[in-house]
């Protein structure tokens, strides 16, 4: 796992200034310790950080093929190494380390571009062919791995691990982007393939880039996509066998390395099963980490122990205090655009435990969006049923009108939010998701923004994104549509970006196995019915797993990682919301209306109303723009 900067002279052959490569990749020290270089020939630089974890000896990079006519720098892991490697030197091509980094080389020699569709990992990188005079950029297929590129007005086109390396290019314009503010508001992070400033973007995942010198900006494209496409029929046992197999390949395919390895285990299904699978595999006891909360209102450590315990693994626990907002300016540090999942604050420290004991960590993450466990796909399908039976012509007078008139009840849970209900009623799916995973609604947007500001996104709105995808997607199904929706933002935007950042910070490798593209690929070909039965997210998953994993720990509540956010703005955190919400900063923008932000915060903080989650928007906001001004 690395951190990786590449510039290229799209206009000639300018020599690319050691300092700046330097400086570029010094913002990126804690992605890589254990070694760091520059590579520079005229019109080319590239910078490295390595954490080393494969091939320690001798997979230095920035690493070039036999004369050096193809350099590559490269952030992520290719598991299929070994067997890509077999391939290619029975294909004539001479390898002189043991590296994955290598394979990347040799295979853009032997397949061009084609290069990515071979691999199976997870990785960013950038490659250099001198005789092509071509810059090849490449995201792995789920976005695990992050990738940042803009072109310079002086024709310089740079790329990036983190924005921040970006961010030390003089040239680089850092005029903020209204699309990307209204998107914030709306999901908490800036979707891809936008940043938060105009002139930089983020490569989103199963996507390539061939920047060509002479060349402007080069075109985005897609290599790869999940398919949604229906297996031929299998029953239900038989897919439970199936998806156990196909797991432990996963994980099995993602157990090489060279420094410890462990994983995460929180005592939910996803890290449980990942731990069960990989007990099986390995000889010694697994290392696994968790974190408890003094507040027993958001521990989950006991299920985790009930799993370490289960199967002989070295189980280590930290106990956090549930107050632990200490780490709202790191955050902004650590995510150098706008940012606004809480949670980053336990998947920090649940890193920072688990590099004390291994390099590499095995995750759960993906489980909830390939096998549809989130509760809101329960809701969105019981909805869309709703839906379904009534004409489309009646049912947005119908629904719109009692939504707009039905008092609001944010207090409650949401099966008893009618005002919500009827409001994601009097929409289609893809409007009715999108304003049930909305951190703060058109309304509630339409309110916090300036009218100057509103006027100049010219009728742009968050919904955009998700549109998007959906006219792209490869199926009509209602449950797989938001699926597919959500691992085309939520999933890299605020899921992969929270645990790449959180990990890295501590110089900490996180594998995703659920997140593997051909176990991604087989799972969306499964009938919708297996994933979501009735109300039993991860369905199919959870059967396949009864012969693993206690009945308590599959079908228990989901709890998720929580802070106590609504508290912390009434007591403790009392004058920082009104410090940063009611100070110059936001008012500076002149994006934001004043008074309804002051009322946000007079009404929350007196019990009124629950803003927790738009005011820990804007106090994120806030600290970016305060690094913006003081950088």
């Known amino acids: 796992m690395c951190g990786i900067v590449g510039v290229l002279d799209t206009r000639g052959r300018r020599d690319i200034d050691e300092a700046l490569l330097r400086r570029m990749n010094d913002t990126q020290f804690h992605r890589g310790p254990d070694e760091g270089d520059i590579y520079r020939e005229p019109g080319v630089g590239f910078g490295h950080r390595r954490l080393s974890v494969i091939d320690i000896a001798s ?79 490449a995201r792995d297929h789920m976005g695990v791995k992050p990738m940042f590129y803009a072109m310079l007005p002086d024709g310089l086109f740079a790329f990036s691990s983190e924005l921040k390396a970006l961010r030390s290019l003089p040239g680089l314009p850092r005029e903020i982007d209204p699309h990307a503010v209204e998107d914030y508001f709306a999901y908490g992070y800036v979707p891809e393939p936008k940043t938060i400033y105009k002139g930089a973007f983020k490569l989103s995942p199963g996507y390539r880039l061939l920047q060509k010198v002479g060349q402007p900006l080069a075109e985005a494209r897609r290599y790869w996509d999940v398919p949604f496409k229906l297996h031929h029929a299998m029953t239900e046992g038989d897919a439970q066998g199936e998806l156990v197999e196909r797991l432990r390949d996963a994980v099995k395919s993602q157990l090489v390395a060279e420094v410890p ?102 995750s759960g993450d993906g489980g909830d969006e390939n096998l549809a466990g989130y509760r809101r796909y329960r809701y969105a399908m019981a909805e869309e049923s709703v839906r379904g039976r009534i004409p489309s012509a009646l049912r947005k007078p119908l629904f719109g009108t009692l939504g707009k008139y039905y008092p609001k009840a944010d207090w409650a849970p949401r099966v008893f939010r009618a005002k919500t209900t009827f409001e994601a009623l009097s929409r289609d799916l893809v409007e009715g998701y999108f304003h049930g995973v909305s951190i703060m609604s058109d309304a509630m947007r339409h309110q916090l923004f300036s009218d100057k500001f509103r006027a100049g996104l010219q009728g742009y709105r968050a919904i955009d994104v998700m549109r998007g ?163």
Request: hydrophobic fraction near 40%.
């Open 469 to 631: 995808h959906a006219d792209r997607a490869p199926t009509d199904d209602p449950l797989s549509m938001i699926q597919y929706l959500d691992m085309k933002t939520y999933l890299p935007g605020d899921i992969l970006t929270k645990v790449d950042r959180a990990s890295m910070a501590h110089a900490l490798e996180v594998r995703v196995p659920l997140l593997d593209h051909q176990l991604v690929e087989w799972i969306s070909g499964l009938p919708p019915e297996m994933k979501l039965k009735g109300s039993e997210g991860k369905y199919i998953f959870k059967k396949s797993m009864e012969k693993f994993l206690p009945h308590d720990i599959l079908y228990r509540r989901k709890q998720g990682f929580a802070v106590p956010l609504a508290a912390w703005f009434r007591g403790p955190l009392r004058e920082r919301v009104r410090t940063s919400l009611l100070g110059p900063n936001l008012a500076a923008t002149g994006m934001f209306n004043t008074a309804f932000l002051a009322e946000m915060v007079e009404h929350h903080q007196s019990g009124r109303r629950d803003y927790s989650a738009p005011i820990w928007t804007l106090l994120m906001f806030e600290a970016f723009l305060k690094k913006e001004m003081h950088g």
């Open 59 to 137: 997979g230095q990079q920035p690493l070039g093929n036999e004369d050096g006519s193809v350099m590559v720098c490269y952030n992520g892991e290719i598991y299929n190494y070994r067997e890509l490697t077999a391939e290619l030197k029975a294909l004539g091509h001479v390898f002189r380390t043991h590296s994955d980094t290598e394979v990347i080389v040799h295979a853009w020699e032997e397949w061009g571009e084609a290069c990515v569709e071979r691999f199976r990992g997870m990785f960013a990188f950038g490659l250099w062919d001198r005789n092509q005079q071509v810059m090849f950029l």
């Open 261 to 362: 390895l462990g994983a995460f285990l929180s005592g939910g299904v996803d890290s449980s099963a990942v731990v069960a699978t990989m007990a099986g595999l390995t000889k010694g006891a697994v290392n696994t980490c968790s974190i408890a909360f003094r507040d027993k209102a958001y521990d989950e450590s006991a299920y985790a122990a009930q799993v370490a315990q289960q199967y002989h693994t070295d189980h280590h626990v930290e106990t956090v205090d549930t107050d632990d907002f200490a780490l709202l300016d790191t955050l902004s540090d650590l995510y150098d655009e706008p940012y606004a999942d809480s949670s980053a604050i336990p998947t920090y420290r649940v890193c920072q435990l688990a590099r004390r004991r291994v390099t590499v960590a095995l």
